[in-house]
């Protein structure tokens, strides 16, 4: 009857500190707070709740696909946030960003198109209508 809604992660695991850069791809399971920055797409593992946090001077260029996302940085490429994504004032997103729940604090800038979850569920195939009149 109702839908089991993940909770986020209300802490982090892990921490890529400010002044830190990292090249290749980041998987991780829970919580992530970027201060850094990544040059690769960001994944979060697993089935369970994971909350990616990118802070004022965190930047990631690549994919991101997580659950909970809270964003106050840089982000050069697609989003993917299965549950809640939340772009407060300074965020600056370059990509498209496909999203279920959305908080847009005032100053949030988004370069992309915004795609909502159902959206993107739901297709609709079109067909060309053929005549059936019999040549003899």
Do not use: C
């Amino acid at each position: 009857m109702f839908k089991k809604q993940n909770k986020p992660q209300n802490r982090i695991d892990s921490l890529i500190g400010a002044g830190t850069k990292i090249s290749g791809s980041v998987s991780f399971v829970g919580g992530l707070r970027v201060d850094g920055e990544i040059l690769g797409d960001v994944v979060a593992s697993g089935d369970e709740a994971s909350t990616l946090v990118i802070s004022e001077p965190g930047h990631i260029t690549g994919e991101i696909h997580v659950s909970h996302l809270v964003v106050n940085g840089t982000i050069d490429g697609p989003v993917h946030a299965s549950e809640f994504m939340e772009l407060q004032a300074k965020s600056r997103i370059t990509g498209d960003v496909h999203y279920n729940r959305l908080e847009m604090h005032l100053g949030a800038v988004i370069e992309g198109r915004l795609i909502h979850k159902s959206s993107e569920t739901r297709t609709v195939e079109l067909k060309l209508a053929t005549s059936n009149s019999a040549t003899a």
